[in-house]
């Protein structure tokens, strides 16, 4: 089946230092949402893209659809200890169109106060 | 609102025992998932469902049933489980999903032993 690889898998930071990741495909797709999950709870979503090229901010995360449709990349600008948690990309199935939904492997963010 | 709501949070079973983990949500969203989180695989799709009647098989089918019979719920079935389905287990729902992503429960975590 299709597979989101994200990298890196997981990275220690400073306080105040800016964070990027990112999400690869073999496939095109469409739509590209990245999530947040916070320890024992489930994903919430942060931002969606949906044009290739598109870059979407919110607060001090900036999300990037890419031009290959292959990829997204996400930034976090001057990293806060409650950035801490797990950052997901994800998107619909290339295969399956827009109901079953795939997640990559996830980032696990910590930062050092 | 409540959003989606899922019951137990926690749960301990023995090999071959059955059970279903329960989701609700009253955001009157068509479309309905489970998903289970293991360690280091992201999230993985079970079963989804477009509508009520109307559910498919995701990526990790095997062992569990579901079904539809209303828009609010989308029960989980383990039939008879196996330690191999010791995991965290999260439903979600959405009104679009391209346009709006999933919205998902705080997750059931299930220990078989």
């Known amino acids: 089946g299709q597979q989101l690889n994200q990298s890196p898998q997981s990275m220690f930071i400073q306080e105040g230092e800016d964070v990027s990741m990112n999400c690869t495909s073999s496939?095109?797709?469409?739509?590209w949402l990245w999530y947040k999950q916070d320890p024992g709870e489930g994903p919430v979503l942060l931002i969606a893209?949906?044009?290739?090229?598109e870059l979407t901010s919110n607060g001090r995360l900036t999300a990037q659809f890419g031009i290959t449709r292959k990829d997204s990349f996400l930034n976090i600008s001057a990293s806060i200890p409650s950035d801490v948690g797990i950052y997901f990309c994800?998107?619909?199935?290339?295969?399956?169109?827009?109901?079953?939904?795939?997640f990559g492997t996830g980032t696990r963010l910590k930062v050092l106060a | 609102n409540a959003g989606v709501t899922q019951t137990p949070k926690f749960q301990v079973l023995k090999t071959g025992q059955s059970m279903t983990l329960q989701c609700a949500q009253d955001m009157n969203h068509e479309y309905m998932s489970w998903y289970r989180q293991d360690p280091g695989m992201g999230l993985r799709l079970i079963h989804y469902s477009v509508g009520a009647g109307i559910t498919d098989q995701g990526e990790v089918p095997n062992g569990y049933n579901v079904s539809r019979s209303t828009t609010e719920d989308f029960p989980l079935r383990l039939l008879s489980a196996a330690p191999s389905q010791t995991s965290v287990y999260f439903c979600a729902s959405s009104y679009s999903s391209r346009y709006y992503g999933y919205t998902f429960g705080s997750g059931t975590r299930l220990t078989v032993v």
């Open positions: 994800a998107g619909p199935d290339p295969t399956s169109g827009t109901y079953k939904y795939i």
């Open positions: 496939s095109i797709f469409n739509t």
């Open positions: 893209l949906y044009k290739a090229g």
